[in-house]
């Protein structure tokens, strides 16, 4: 019996070790969710950026050329973007693409500055001339770029960190329990 009663032991501290370790695990994958975020977005207002220099369109028509190059959800919500605006319905350029990405920015794990650091171009579309759309286009970009430089830097620690006091965490359980 004894033996029996070892081997349960030895499975739940496996146990206990491999939880814990998931859980530093997934806490780093978390943290680094929302670099992949931060890059994803400054890559679609870079790709934005580079339609109205080279295609010489204004933004509605880029983000119906934007839209084939992304990948889901954003290009539904570009398409979409293109098409409400090629209605003319009288709707602000700004506000469309801030209602249409708001649901997909929901769905990322970013902070509300990161989303209103993509969105701050479009608070400046009004009357503006490509040279002008464009320069927002890059304030939006090199704030997006800043934070990224700034996240990266914290999540070299903490994603090491979090792993870390997962494992030993985990340890210290097992050995408490044991």
């Given at each position: ?9 030895l499975?739940g501290g496996?146990?206990?070790?491999s ?9 780093r994958s ?7 975020a931060l890059?994803?977005?400054r890559?679609i ?7 109205v220099r ?8 880029c983000c ?10 954003f ?9 409400k605006?090629?209605e ?9 693409f801030r ?6 920015l929901?769905r ?7 989303r209103?650091?993509f969105f ?9 001339d490509?040279?002008m759309?464009?320069h ?8 997006l ?8 830097q914290?999540n070299a ?9 997962g494992?030993m965490?985990?340890l210290?359980l ?5």
């Open positions: 019996m004894k033996g029996g009663r070892d081997l349960l032991k499975l496996c146990m206990i070790f939880g814990c370790l998931g859980l530093g695990m997934w806490y978390q943290l680094e969710g929302r670099l992949k890059r994803c977005l890559n207002l870079e790709l934005l950026a580079g339609e080279y295609g010489r369109s204004t933004l509605p028509e119906s050329r934007t839209a084939r190059y992304l990948s889901p959800p290009d539904a919500a570009f398409r979409e973007i293109g098409e605006m090629e003319n319905t009288g709707e602000a350029f700004g506000e469309t209602e249409e990405m708001a649901a997909v929901s990322l794990p970013i902070k509300d500055k990161d209103e650091d701050r171009f479009t608070s400046q579309t009004g009357f503006m490509s040279q759309q464009l927002a286009i890059e304030q939006s970009v090199e704030l770029r800043l934070t990224e430089e700034k996240v990266e914290e620690d903490k994603c090491r960190m979090a792993v870390g006091l494992t965490g985990g210290l097992i050995l408490i329990l044991w």
